[in-house]
């Protein structure tokens, strides 16, 4: 199977694909392709004989978007019906999951939020938290430290993000915490009685 360049009028949609991107992902997609619009050429819109696409759908769509008039494709002309239908769910099943500890120390979630990763995380130089290498062990075991990332460095899926603002918010009004800061630690404070 060969990489070819074509007009985007002559790929037709699929009616079947079961997986859809929207709203902001969406848009974010038609970004990424503005931006770097090489990438279409490494991962390509796959096709069937009759230009139905098969792997691609949402790429087709947001080049579309993007005032684009072709595309790169490959044309997988040699399967059956049945492997057609696989192919369409495979290709739009996630093989894995991130590592979340390696997103949060790693990357900058400025970029992973660009480039369409539903990450979000708490700097914990924004949290004003003390560390002083003077305090006695009883203490420093009470104290929340720059080693307890899983409390602080979050890296969540988007809906947990909403959970979470939601509830700090609650917590906000209702203590009446200006910083949304307070409302973290309201959250741990409770949290650990």
């Not at 090489?38 to 080049?63: F, H, S, T, Y």
């Not at 595309?71 to 019906?81: F, H, K, Q």
């Not at 049945?82 to 970029?111: H, M, P, T």
């Not at 203590?175 to 800061?181: N, P, Q, R, Y």
Request: proline share 3%.
């Amino acid at each position: 199977m060969k990489i070819e360049k074509v007009k985007l009028s002559k790929i037709k949609s699929n009616p079947n694909n079961p997986r859809i991107i929207k709203d902001d992902k969406f848009f974010m997609l038609v970004k990424s392709i503005k931006d770097f619009p090489q990438m279409l050429d490494i991962r390509p819109i796959v096709v069937n004989k009759d230009m139905m696409v098969l792997g691609g759908n949402m790429r087709l769509k947001a080049c579309l978007e993007a005032g684009m008039t072709e595309a790169p494709i490959i044309v997988a002309d040699n399967l059956t019906e049945e492997q057609q239908k696989e192919f369409l769910i495979k290709d739009n099943v996630s093989g894995g999951q991130f590592d979340w500890d390696i997103i949060a120390n790693e990357w900058d979630s400025d970029l992973l939020l660009e480039w369409g990763v539903d990450a979000w995380s708490v700097d914990l130089d924004t949290l004003n938290i003390e560390n002083s290498e003077n305090e006695t062990t009883s203490e420093t075991n009470n104290k929340i430290t720059d080693d307890d990332y899983s409390l602080f460095q979050l890296v969540m899926l988007h809906e947990n993000k909403i959970l979470l603002q939601d509830t700090l918010n609650n917590i906000k009004k209702n203590f009446l915490f200006e910083k949304v800061e307070d409302a973290i630690m309201e959250l741990v404070r409770t949290y650990n009685k």
